[in-house]
């Protein structure tokens, strides 16, 4: 006689990007032992590698992370690891005072992080009164392509897989039909204002993020910490 296997629960969420509605389960033991072997390995592209073959798992296939905006995948993850191990999690974090090298412990609601898409972006960026840049957030294997690059080194790959169109009086390019190389033609004659513009588009985007509040365990100090991204609830 076989031994009985258990169904696991299904859930159902809204992904706050995309707005791509997600069926998901609960990860299992098999599943947490990856992610915790990536963890122990402290590299972020093991990581993130982890977490998107739990989602594919979770999700019976039916997501690729590596397709998701980062926010996405960040969000996805923690609302999975909320339904498995438990709605709060508890972090250890440094002191704020500069000369103390304590730590203090923090309780955190899972159900209670969300990304702020209040202030999303239009997509489209001005660059100047007859020339517009449409963009899309970088998904999950495009920041992976950047990791371990430096800023100067990853500004022209980030800049072609996250513009898509680009809008003159007269046509709409689709930079999908454009080599490489003619796209980092345009980049450079970019102004340093424009160049800012699609800067600034980059650095309001919506990130996974919680603001915390703990006691520093030797000073008793009372700190606040924001904490953001994958690594900060992984």
């Known amino acids: 006689m076989a031994l ?7 859930y159902n969420l809204t992904l706050p990007i995309t707005n791509k509605k997600v069926s998901y389960r609960p990860f299992l033991v098999k599943e947490q032992r990856s992610l915790l072997l990536a963890r122990e390995s402290e590299s972020t592209t093991d990581v993130f590698e982890a977490v998107c073959d739990m989602i594919s798992s979770v999700t019976n296939g039916k997501v690729d992370a590596m397709k998701l905006p980062v926010a996405d995948l960040e ?6 690891r909320a339904k498995s191990v438990g709605e709060t999690a508890d972090v250890s974090l440094a002191c704020t005072e500069k000369e103390c090298s304590g730590f203090g412990q923090a309780s955190i609601d899972l159900n209670s992080v969300e990304v702020d898409v209040s202030g999303l972006e239009d997509n489209r960026v001005e660059l100047s009164e007859t020339l517009i840049v449409e963009m899309q957030a970088p998904t999950t294997a495009t920041a992976l392509k950047m990791e371990g690059l430096d800023e100067a ?7 072609r897989s996250c513009m898509t169109r680009i809008f003159d009086e007269d ?3 689709e930079l999908s039909e454009y080599r490489d ?3 980092d033609d345009f980049i450079e004659s970019m102004t340093v204002s424009q160049f800012e513009k ?6 309001n985007l919506p990130t996974l993020k919680h603001d915390v509040e703990y ?3 030797v000073c008793k100090t009372r700190c606040s910490r ?4 994958l690594n900060s609830f992984f």
């Open 4 to 10: 009985p296997i258990q169904a696991a629960p299904k």
């Open 75 to 80: 969000y996805l993850f923690l609302q999975i």
């Open 153 to 159: 080194e990853s500004i022209k790959p980030m800049l």
């Open 171 to 173: 046509s709409v390019y």
């Open 181 to 183: 190389s003619e796209i």
């Open 198 to 203: 699609i800067s600034d588009w980059f650095t």
């Open 215 to 217: 006691t520093c365990g």
């Open 226 to 229: 924001t904490l953001e991204g």
